[in-house]
């Protein structure tokens, strides 16, 4: 699901190399973060504002492992594009050391800048959607709708309803690992609607600048290989899985310290996290590898078997967010009721959560 505890990752410390002829830095407390050579740079990219938010990322988190998390990026590929940004702007601008990362001489100047010049684009940005949603509140209904989601069962679903829905118009689609992306493309007037999720009450990203309304509120549930023995139980205690190893999907919001905290009070701090894409989470639950938690409407898959979890000790919320000057009424009216609508057809595709309804009484 989009959010789950941090994987532990296996990495060789990345080393200078050492160039013939070439004196060695001298040694010291921080050291920069990788080898820096203007020349073997290819041609330099032109810098976005989404680089300047990843360098406040780094200097705010004081780690690359740290800001990775936030960014909802692997370690590498954020060092690979670190270094990318290094190339457009002369020189490093980070230095490592055994606490974390500090900022370069170059990094503080750019940082200072960046201070200034994220808010001001903001701000402007603002400006401009809410004077374009003076002439968008009304009308026919639009050419295009642009939608974001994370990784599910929803998206597509959605997108299949929205066809009939609103024939007269052409729905594209952006999939991230990270809600806090989808908010930022709203609030930017990149996407017209998203389709998101938080863990319990947790606020959606942007709840301030934009508007969230809910779906639907799901438990969570655990994936188990149809050889486990716990695959028949009707429902499954969370401190049985104490000795498993964990298979999950990357996310940047809070639900790898909720889950971490669900194991807490079962008693036992979770083993190896596995994470990655959602095929390979099927495919390492399917081999007996680990064990994953899911959405509730999880599809009925092969090889795989997905139960509650007693008690239910984390659950799911479906949001569907939105630029509030941006989207006429009766539009986003007729998104979030087909967003709903896709939820309840994921659900009852799902053979244990119709079970788990219909125990409840709910479906």
């Known amino acids: 699901m989009g959010h789950h505890a941090t994987a532990l990752r296996w990495r060789t410390p990345v080393r200078p190399r050492r160039v013939c002829g070439r004196p060695d830095r001298p040694s010291g407390p921080y050291q920069p973060l990788a ?30 492992t740290k800001a990775a998390s936030l960014l909802g990026l692997a370690q590498p590929a954020l060092s690979a594009q670190l270094r990318r940004i290094e190339g457009a702007l002369g020189g ?14 170059l990094g503080e100047l750019v940082l200072e ?4 010049v994220l808010p001001v684009v903001s701000e402007l940005q603002e400006d401009a959607v809410r004077f374009a949603g003076r002439f968008a509140r009304s009308g026919p209904a639009p050419e295009r709708l642009r939608l974001g989601g994370t990784h599910g069962p ?14 007269g118009s052409t729905v594209t689609t952006y999939v991230s690992w990270s809600e806090r992306e989808l908010g930022e493309l709203l609030t930017e007037g990149r996407l017209d609607f998203a389709l998101a999720g938080t863990c319990g009450s947790a606020a959606p990203p942007g709840a301030t600048r934009l508007v969230w309304r809910e779906i639907a509120v799901d438990p969570v549930f655990v994936m188990l290989p149809e050889s486990h023995p716990l ?12 000795a498993e190893e964990w298979a999950c999907v990357p996310g940047d919001g809070c639900f790898a310290d909720c889950f971490t905290a669900a194991c807490a009070r079962a008693g036992f701090g979770p083993r190896r996290m596995y994470e990655t894409d959602t095929a390979s989470c099927v495919h390492l639950v399917q081999v007996g590898r680990a064990v994953g938690l899911c959405r509730a409407t999880f599809p009925t898959t092969p090889g795989l078997t997905t139960r509650p979890l007693a008690g239910t000790p984390l659950v799911w919320r479906h949001v569907l ?3 509030p000057t941006l989207q006429q009424p009766d539009t986003a009216a007729t998104v979030l009721a087909e967003a709903r609508g896709a939820h309840a057809g994921a ?9 788990w309804l219909a125990e409840r009484g709910e479906h």
């Not at 990219?45 to 990322?57: D, F, G, K, S, V």
């Not at 490093?92 to 001489?105: K, M």
């Not at 929803?154 to 009939?164: E, H, K, P, Q, S």
């Not at 695959?231 to 104490?242: D, F, G, K």
């Open 231 to 242: 695959a028949a139980c009707p429902e499954v205690e969370l401190s049985a899985l104490a």
């Open 154 to 167: 929803l998206l597509g679903a959605l997108l299949d309803r929205l066809a009939g829905a609103v024939p």
């Open 321 to 323: 967010g939105w630029h």
């Open 113 to 116: 800048r960046t201070r200034i």
């Open 35 to 64: 080898p820096y050579s203007p020349a073997s740079q290819a041609p330099l990219m032109e810098l976005e504002l989404r680089h300047l938010r990843t360098i406040r990322t780094i200097a705010e988190a004081g780690s690359l």
């Open 92 to 105: 490093a601008l980070f230095e490592r050391g055994r606490h974390g990362v500090r900022a370069t001489a």
């Open 347 to 355: 659900a009852a595709r799902s053979d244990s959560f119709t079970h």
